[in-house]
């Protein structure tokens, strides 16, 4: 060919060409704004959270884009995708195209090893030794467990006082049992420095992940040094009791990772790093949000009568069948239908987890528009919850919208633990302590909110300002025991 004719060919060729291109990278990205760089709108957002106004700071963008936009968030390019479509969508979606990794301020505390980071067969390895002791066929063994650990918090925290803080009072609750349970760490100073350190770390959780002296982020990942290295000796004190003793152990979540081998290899299933980071998440990702629904719970009780009645009544009677002292059971907790069908509304009108976080591998095609490879993928599941095309009057406290067939909601529309391989493995847990909990403070106390406005923003979980103070009064039936 002569090279004229090529030169040509290519210049009729090169509109085209740069037309696909433009529309492929270009045209057909959400709309939306990425705002300025680095900070984009991750401060809007966490203001907005803060004043308990989150939701509806998604739902503008709904209004203003639709159910797809870009912005850019704690450092990221971003998609933001809202619907039961989108929730379906992204919890069906092949770990090709999105993928679990966290923002940066969330994998740089929680650690790069931790599950919410893995995928693949690294996932499901560490994810089915975490579910072999977080099942209902191990967990059902500790009911006991936790139930003394809560009638010894009810003790220390409730008995002899007129009014207590909930929300405060409840995280040291689920703190105590996630270290008693899946630590095994005594009551004493090692656990009172736990406490503080994961406060500390929590708050850079999400923050705009810039690392300098003074910058929230840079407390937490300080604070993250300090859990680990108490964590690493944790794990060498618990070694060095399994060899001694010879046989591997359940007696608590780091013994039981531990104790698993390869059986072909008879090498560890996990290495350390990888028990300290889902160590830390477990413990990150199961007390704060249980305190949470938990706090909720209290108030709620509080402030509807006669679903306080139904949850009384149920409770009464599985105490009648019972010694006075005698510990609930795994078959008792069965019994508590009602108890947790209020504990699940209440998790719909207030739930723990708000959005969640996916990374795209591969450029996706999402009906007309392209979220280009390298971004992240935000979605706030739990708006459906406020839906009224799914829950009609959204805003009523109503446990019996969960009872007859014709009112339970369709799938991805009921979305506080998440969906698909990633939901969470710690529902059952969450059962087991709200359930023993509340069938605890029904039996001894009487409770009234000390306040008329109890009012709550997010940080990133739902943090009551006054801490939800609350009058209580011991029962005349239950004597101190
Ligand atoms: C009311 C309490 C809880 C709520 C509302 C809750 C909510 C959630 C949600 C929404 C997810 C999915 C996040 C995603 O899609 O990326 C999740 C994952 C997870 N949760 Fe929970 N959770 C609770 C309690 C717990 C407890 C008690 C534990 C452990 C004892 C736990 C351990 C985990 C873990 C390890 C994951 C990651 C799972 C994976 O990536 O495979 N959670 N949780
Ligand atoms: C916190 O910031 C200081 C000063 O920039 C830095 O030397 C230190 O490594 C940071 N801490 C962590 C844990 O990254």
Same mark, same amino acid.
């Given at each position: 060919?002569?090279?004229?004719?090529?030169?040509?060919?290519?210049?009729?060729?090169?509109?085209?060409?740069?037309?696909?291109?433009?529309?492929?990278?270009?045209?057909?990205?959400?709309?939306?704004?990425?705002?300025?760089?680095?900070?984009?709108?991750?401060?809007?957002?966490?203001?907005?959270?803060?004043?308990?106004?989150?939701?509806?700071?998604?739902?503008?963008?709904?209004?203003?884009?639709?159910?797809?936009?870009?912005?850019?968030?704690?450092?990221?390019?971003?998609?933001?995708?809202?619907?039961?479509?989108?929730?379906?969508?992204?919890?069906?979606?092949?770990?090709?195209?999105?993928?679990?990794?966290?923002?940066?301020?969330?994998?740089?505390?929680?650690?790069?090893?931790?599950?919410?980071?893995?995928?693949?067969?690294?996932?499901?390895?560490?994810?089915?030794?975490?579910?072999?002791?977080?099942?209902?066929?191990?967990?059902?063994?500790?009911?006991?467990?936790?139930?003394?650990?809560?009638?010894?918090?009810?003790?220390?925290?409730?008995?002899?006082?007129?009014?207590?803080?909930?929300?405060?009072?409840?995280?040291?609750?689920?703190?105590?049992?996630?270290?008693?349970?899946?630590?095994?760490?005594?009551?004493?100073?090692?656990?009172?420095?736990?406490?503080?350190?994961?406060?500390?770390?929590?708050?850079?959780?999400?923050?705009?992940?810039?690392?300098?002296?003074?910058?929230?982020?840079?407390?937490?990942?300080?604070?993250?040094?300090?859990?680990?290295?108490?964590?690493?000796?944790?794990?060498?004190?618990?070694?060095?009791?399994?060899?001694?003793?010879?046989?591997?152990?359940?007696?608590?979540?780091?013994?039981?990772?531990?104790?698993?081998?390869?059986?072909?290899?008879?090498?560890?299933?996990?290495?350390?790093?990888?028990?300290?980071?889902?160590?830390?998440?477990?413990?990150?990702?199961?007390?704060?949000?249980?305190?949470?629904?938990?706090?909720?719970?209290?108030?709620?009780?509080?402030?509807?009568?006669?679903?306080?009645?139904?949850?009384?009544?149920?409770?009464?009677?599985?105490?009648?069948?019972?010694?006075?002292?005698?510990?609930?059971?795994?078959?008792?907790?069965?019994?508590?239908?009602?108890?947790?069908?209020?504990? *699940?509304?209440?998790?719909?009108? #207030?739930?723990?987890?708000? +959005? !969640?976080?996916?990374?795209? =591998?591969? $450029?996706?095609?999402? %009906?007309?528009?392209?979220?280009?490879?390298?971004?992240?993928?935000?979605?706030?599941?739990?708006?459906?919850?406020?839906?009224?095309?799914?829950?009609?009057?959204?805003?009523?406290?109503?446990?019996?919208?969960?009872?007859?067939?014709?009112?339970?909601?369709?799938?991805?529309?009921?979305?506080?633990?998440?969906?698909?391989?990633?939901?969470?493995?710690?529902?059952?847990?969450?059962?087991?302590? *709200?359930?023993?909990?509340?069938? #605890?403070?029904?039996?001894? +106390? !009487?409770?009234?909110?000390? =306040?008329? $406005?109890?009012?709550? %923003?997010?940080?990133?979980?739902?943090?009551?300002?006054?801490?939800?103070?609350?009058?209580?009064?011991?029962?005349?039936?239950?004597?101190?025991?």
């Amino acid at each position: 060919m002569e090279p004229a004719v090529s030169v040509t060919i290519l210049l009729l060729f090169l509109p085209l060409l740069f037309l696909l291109i433009y529309r492929r990278s270009f045209k057909r990205i959400p709309p939306g704004s990425l705002g300025i760089p680095i900070i984009g709108q991750s401060l809007g957002l966490l203001r907005a959270m803060k004043a308990n106004t989150g939701e509806e700071w998604f739902r503008e963008r709904v209004r203003k884009y639709g159910p797809i936009s870009k912005l850019n968030l704690f450092g990221t390019s971003t998609v933001f995708l809202h619907g039961p479509a989108a929730n379906k969508f992204i919890y069906t979606c092949s770990e090709k195209l999105l993928a679990n990794k966290q923002p940066a301020s969330i994998r740089r505390i929680m650690g790069e090893k931790n599950l919410l980071e893995l995928s693949g067969d690294d996932h499901k390895r560490v994810r089915a030794a975490l579910v072999s002791f977080l099942k209902p066929e191990t967990l059902k063994l500790y009911v006991g467990r936790i139930d003394e650990e809560i009638r010894l918090h009810l003790h220390n925290h409730w008995y002899g006082n007129n009014e207590i803080k909930v929300m405060p009072v409840m995280k040291t609750l689920t703190f105590n049992v996630i270290c008693s349970l899946l630590f095994g760490i005594e009551r004493g100073p090692r656990r009172d420095t736990l406490v503080k350190l994961f406060e500390n770390a929590m708050e850079g959780v999400l923050s705009v992940p810039i690392n300098l002296p003074f910058t929230t982020f840079n407390r937490s990942l300080k604070a993250r040094e300090k859990i680990k290295s108490i964590i690493m000796d944790l794990i060498h004190e618990k070694r060095k009791k399994l060899e001694i003793s010879g046989i591997s152990s359940n007696e608590d979540l780091i013994m039981s990772l531990l104790s698993m081998k390869d059986q072909s290899s008879d090498s560890p299933v996990l290495s350390d790093e990888e028990i300290v980071d889902n160590i830390v998440v477990v413990m990150i990702a199961g007390h704060d949000t249980t305190s949470v629904l938990l706090t909720f719970l209290i108030k709620l009780l509080a402030e509807d009568q006669t679903v306080y009645k139904y949850v009384l009544k149920e409770q009464e009677e599985i105490s009648k069948g019972k010694a006075l002292e005698e510990l609930l059971s795994w078959d008792d907790l069965a019994k508590m239908k009602y108890t947790w069908k209020v504990a *699940t509304e209440s998790l719909r009108m #207030n739930p723990p987890v708000l +959005f !969640t976080f996916r990374t795209v =591998l591969q $450029d996706i095609e999402y %009906g007309e528009y392209i979220i280009p490879k390298g971004w992240q993928v935000i979605w706030a599941s739990c708006m459906t919850h406020m839906d009224e095309n799914i829950y009609p009057e959204p805003s009523k406290f109503d446990p019996s919208r969960l009872e007859s067939q014709a009112t339970k909601p369709p799938p991805y529309s009921f979305m506080a633990f998440g969906g698909g391989p990633r939901m969470c493995p710690g529902y059952e847990f969450v059962r087991i302590e *709200t359930l023993t909990m509340i069938h #605890n403070l029904v039996n001894a +106390f !009487t409770w009234k909110l000390s =306040l008329k $406005d109890n009012i709550f %923003g997010r940080n990133p979980m739902p943090v009551f300002n006054q801490g939800l103070p609350i009058q209580i009064e011991l029962k005349k039936s239950s004597a101190e025991m």
